[in-house]
């Protein structure tokens, strides 16, 4: 059987060429960075040569990039190195933010949910792009606030804006890079101490650096703007099956939909069906697709993120996300909505 894989934003296959980048880095570069001799040091000057062409994508100094192995990892770094400073002051986040990032504020004292009055609020985070509905949401400012940016999502799929924001988060496994690299930008003025002591980065992350994951980081950056473009190209096939699915029913519903989103992102409200089982459904049949964030497959509970935009848990439970890669062709999507419609009516019948 065909599979077709339309789960982007769980995770996409990383590129040929960082694979072949990472395969020579594991074969010649092998040494710790950290050591003084030879073969260390030729590690080291290769992580600092990645770390120069990552920054300079993101027009941001090289020495204010941390690299980490996840960005789970690098949200709990940054949370946790501003948790003296702030954690017993107002925090004004995202509802709809992924666990990674909602898991370390539990501590906090004062979380205020976006949209919300900012007066006082001393912590503003906000995602770029979020990962179940693709809704794109600018940077709120308050004076003096810290301004938190996860990237996850957004990286590769639409421009990333940093001179809105004080410290961000990006993850290599959603762009055509390697899982096992991540990056934490940090603005060098903010009241942040580091919590993984050791001599690596700058004594802000210690534990030695993975040099194989992180050149293929660099690589995946250097093949941005293509992807970028690759990836706006989907906004059409995705709004075409979301015409198609929409006409079948007037109680289907596109979250989010005429709100800026990722091009290659739908989150489909099927009211009288259960997600997850649709969700299997279509995986029999040789689809991918998701019910909601990765992290949260195979839990009872609903969404929080689609509840979070004011739907009720029985809505919540009827929603599948198709998150499309680069270069998906037209025949795949169509493909998958014949697919989809069968498996819609045959529940129907059985209802």
């Excluded at 770094?77 to 990674?100: C, I, R, T, W």
């Excluded at 055509?176 to 101490?193: F, I, N, V």
Aim: aromatic share 6%; hydrophobic share 40%.
């Amino acid at each position: 059987m065909q599979r077709h894989y339309f789960d982007a934003n769980a995770t996409a296959p990383p590129l040929p060429s960082v694979v072949a980048v990472m395969d020579r880095a594991n074969r010649v570069l092998w040494a710790n960075p950290t050591s003084t001799h030879r073969e260390g040091q030729a590690a080291r000057s290769a992580i600092e040569e990645a770390r120069r062409a990552i920054a300079a994508s993101l027009e941001v100094p090289p020495s204010q990039l941390v690299f980490c192995a996840t960005a789970t990892e690098a949200l709990h770094l940054l949370f946790g190195g501003l948790d003296e400073a702030l954690k017993f002051m107002p925090a004004a986040v995202n509802p709809g933010e992924h666990s990674a990032c909602l898991n370390p504020l539990k501590a906090w004292a004062q979380v205020r949910w976006l949209p919300c009055d900012l007066g006082g609020a001393a912590t503003l985070v906000q995602m770029a792009a979020n990962n179940e509905s693709g809704l794109l949401s600018e940077m709120p400012q308050w004076p003096g606030a810290i301004r938190i940016k996860d990237c996850c999502q957004a990286w590769g799929k639409v421009p990333v804006d940093l001179s809105d924001c004080d410290a961000a988060v990006f993850s290599g496994h959603k762009m055509g890079g390697p899982r096992g690299a991540a990056l934490l930008w940090l603005r060098p003025e903010l009241p942040w101490k580091p919590i993984l002591q050791g001599p690596q980065e700058r004594q802000r992350r210690g534990g030695t650096e993975a040099t194989a994951a992180i050149l293929g980081l660099a690589e995946a950056v250097a093949h941005l703007p293509e992807r970028m473009e690759q990836n706006a190209a989907l906004a059409r096939l995705r709004d075409e099956l979301e015409a198609e699915v929409l006409a079948w029913s007037p109680h289907y519903e596109a979250v989010g939909k005429g709100r800026p989103r990722l091009p290659n992102t739908t989150s489909l409200l099927l009211r009288g069906h259960n997600g997850e089982a649709v969700h299997m459904a279509l995986d029999l049949a040789g689809f991918a697709v998701s019910t909601g964030s990765a992290c949260h497959s195979g839990t009872t509970k609903p969404s929080h993120a689609i509840l979070a935009l004011g739907y009720s848990e029985l809505e919540a439970r009827q929603v599948i996300r198709i998150s499309l890669l680069p270069g998906t062709p037209e025949s795949s999507v169509q493909q998958f909505a014949e697919g989809l419609r069968r498996i819609l009516v045959q529940g129907q019948q059985k209802a």
